[in-house]
């Protein structure tokens, strides 16, 4: 069973604009990851977000967590052509083994 | 340096024939994990191993599915009587001993059932 769930499932923008991602999960976790999918490559890991931080940067990306409402935002800036990709979000119960669960998507397009 | 390696990148199976899909971790990476990913969904956990030992199986749909890593390296899922219903990409992925959190991802095979 998928545990998150990523807002919204598909996003068009234009090339230069700011995209916006979320994330919602069910159980408590010891962190949340941002991972890349494009057509015919492997998932990409992005950035990493423990449960005690609030935001974190990573050049263009932003990501901020909200644990008390159990969610989660990616911002992308300026984006380019080549951040056409699904984006998911996976997080990692407290109880795992490192076992992340995944929720189903944000497709992103990028029109140039 | 490598990368996650999987092959075969595609297979087409008749129903009911058995199936053997290898993944080659990053070399020392101790932690393998197998997904499968259906078409417009995220992975799905299948199993995990930590060097040899397969310490969580939970994901497996059916005892169909079966997964080794005899050496600690590579490792096979193997698929017996396959189904229509199994087709969907396998997603294998390692992490290191350090940083376990990072799972870093081969390019999958995707499975095709007939």
């Known amino acids: 069973s998928q545990q998150g769930e990523e807002d919204p499932q598909a996003l068009s923008i234009q090339e230069g604009e700011n995209a916006t991602m979320n994330c919602s999960y069910k159980?408590?976790?010891?962190?949340l990851q941002w991972y890349r999918q494009n057509s015919g490559r492997g998932l990409v890991h992005l950035i990493l977000i423990r449960s005690n931080e609030r935001e974190k940067h990573s050049g263009r990306l932003r990501v901020t967590l909200d644990t008390s409402k159990k969610s989660s935002s990616l911002l992308i800036t300026a984006s380019r052509a080549a951040d056409t990709a699904s984006y998911f979000c996976a997080t990692d119960p407290n109880h795992s083994n490192y076992q992340l669960i995944w929720g189903a998507g944000t497709k992103l397009i990028i029109k140039p | 340096g490598a990368g996650v390696s999987q092959s075969p990148r595609y297979k087409v199976a008749k129903r009911g024939q058995d199936v053997a899909l290898r993944c080659d971790p990053i070399s020392g990476h101790v932690s393998l994990f197998w997904y499968q990913q259906a078409l417009g969904q995220g992975p799905e956990f299948l199993t995990y191993?930590?060097?040899?030992?397969?310490?969580?199986k939970s994901g497996l749909p059916s005892d169909r599915f079966f997964a080794e890593r005899p050496e600690g390296s590579v490792s096979t899922l193997k698929i017996q009587r396959t189904q229509q219903e199994d087709s969907a990409v396998y997603l294998c992925?390692?992490?290191?001993?350090?940083?376990?959190?990072?799972?870093?991802f081969g390019p999958g095979t995707r499975l095709l059932v007939l």
């Open positions: 191993f930590q060097n040899e030992a397969q310490l969580d």
């Open positions: 992925a390692s992490s290191p001993p350090k940083y376990q959190e990072t799972q870093y």
């Open positions: 159980t408590s976790i010891n962190n």
